[in-house]
């Protein structure tokens, strides 16, 4: 049976790590779970939860900052964030339904640790953007902190920002420092029916190039369209192309007449209100537009937003896909039929032929554990990262094996 730790304060965790590093002993770090079965399976026999480290240390409105324990649940952060009128921009994904774990699971640390972000990335950076600084424990049980409370604050190399997107193979964060931002005083969406997807994305891209500050730019073929909830889009037997605007209530409706005139080639759009808005692109959020199945394999691809469509389309030469075009094309969100490589030849010869990356989210456990989830390193790069590697954690003991086998 895997042996659990969970500290409930940051000396515990040093002292626990100090401990197994003196014996040499792999850990596998987790959270609350939300992403435990993404990526590759941590080669352990103890696993160590931040779980136990929760609480806002430092909330100041008025400077648009906070501080949170990193085992803090994203919806606990966000809830108080909303009683004072403010958000996390970035607007975090959570993996957890996708890949079978609990919703809502998601920590805090979690969304650095993986830099997962939503449909907002696209005006409001991604979640390392947004990061200011972390208080975090090393492989050799050493705490350090990086960072502070202002983004002019870093000389030299930016460590916290370099642990964003780390899963947890150089060190455990322990508490995370961040911009948080206004909610919008009013939003809109416009969505745009039966588009193609390579129209669809030209949509999208030509939208971005104004200077409106659309918020969130998705496009669902008819596949993922027909999952969503939202009562005036639900039963539409067609693509749906949807662009949100985000503005002080004077502005909006002006907004709105500028994007429709910039998109009128492209049809007439259903038109959702702000109560519509929020409830619609929250489904974005936890990928309810995907089927989630046992019989499938997810994949995240990022590429440029005009290779997009062109990618999906010679994927599907071989294999039947669902996709779900998020970032005006910049990420797809590409669900294919399980199989013992999960399709990563196939997947990775289309992307590697027209640019960009992918990482494999879901699939059983012995796929991930066989094939190459995230992207291959080159030799020079994988140089550089056992260097990084090796500094941080030279035993190799936090979450070996994670997102590459040997490192």
Not at 171 to 197: N, R, S
Not at 257 to 273: H, S
Not at 368 to 396: H, M, N, Q
Request: hydrophobic letters at 45%; glycine letters at 8%.
């Amino acid at each position: 049976m895997t042996e659990l730790l969970r500290p409930a304060a940051e000396w515990e965790l040093q002292s626990m790590i100090a401990k197994l590093a003196a014996q040499k002993r792999r850990v596998e770090v987790v959270g609350h779970g939300a992403l435990r079965n993404a990526g590759r399976v941590a080669r352990s026999d103890i696993v160590l939860s931040t779980a136990g480290l929760k609480g806002v240390t430092l909330y100041e409105p008025t400077e648009i900052v906070m501080s949170a324990r990193s085992g803090t649940p994203v919806y606990e952060i966000e809830a108080i964030l909303a009683a004072r009128g403010q958000m996390l921009a970035f607007e975090p994904v959570d993996l957890g339904p996708a890949t079978g774990a609990p919703g809502g699971a998601l920590s805090i640390g979690g969304v650095f640790a993986t830099n997962f972000s939503g449909s907002r990335r696209i005006l409001a950076g991604s979640a390392r953007d947004n990061l200011l600084g972390v208080r975090a424990v090393n492989g050799r049980g050493e705490l350090f902190k990086s960072g502070g409370r202002v983004m002019k604050n870093v000389t030299g190399l930016d460590i916290a920002r370099g642990l964003t997107g780390s899963w947890g193979t150089l060190a455990v964060m322990t508490e995370v420092t961040f911009k948080v931002a206004p909610l919008p005083q009013t939003m809109l969406t416009l969505a745009y029916t039966g588009l193609p997807d390579d129209l669809a994305i030209e949509a999208l891209t030509a939208t971005m190039a104004t200077p409106l500050e659309v918020s969130g730019a998705v496009h669902l073929p008819k596949g993922c369209a027909a999952r969503l909830k939202q009562p005036k889009l639900k039963g539409i037997d067609q693509p749906v192309t949807l662009l949100r605007l985000e503005t002080f209530s004077t502005a909006i409706e002006a907004r709105k007449e500028k994007l429709k005139a910039a998109l009128k080639v492209y049809g007439t759009p259903i038109e959702l209100d702000a109560e519509e808005t929020w409830s619609l692109w929250s489904e974005f959020r936890t990928l309810s537009v995907m089927p989630f199945s046992t019989e499938t394999s997810l994949w995240r691809i990022s590429t440029l937003p005009t290779k997009a469509a062109e990618i999906v389309f010679a994927i599907e030469k071989f294999m039947d896909s669902t996709a779900f075009y998020d970032w005006a094309g910049a990420l797809i969100w590409l669900e294919v039929p399980a199989a013992a490589d999960a399709g990563a030849a196939d997947v990775r010869r289309a992307v590697s032929v027209r640019g960009g990356h992918a990482t494999l989210i879901r699939a059983q456990p012995e796929v991930r554990a066989s094939v190459d989830v995230f992207e291959p390193l080159k030799p020079e790069i994988e140089r550089l990262t056992r260097g990084v590697k090796s500094a941080f954690d030279p035993d190799g003991l936090l979450n070996r094996g994670r997102m590459y086998a040997n490192l």
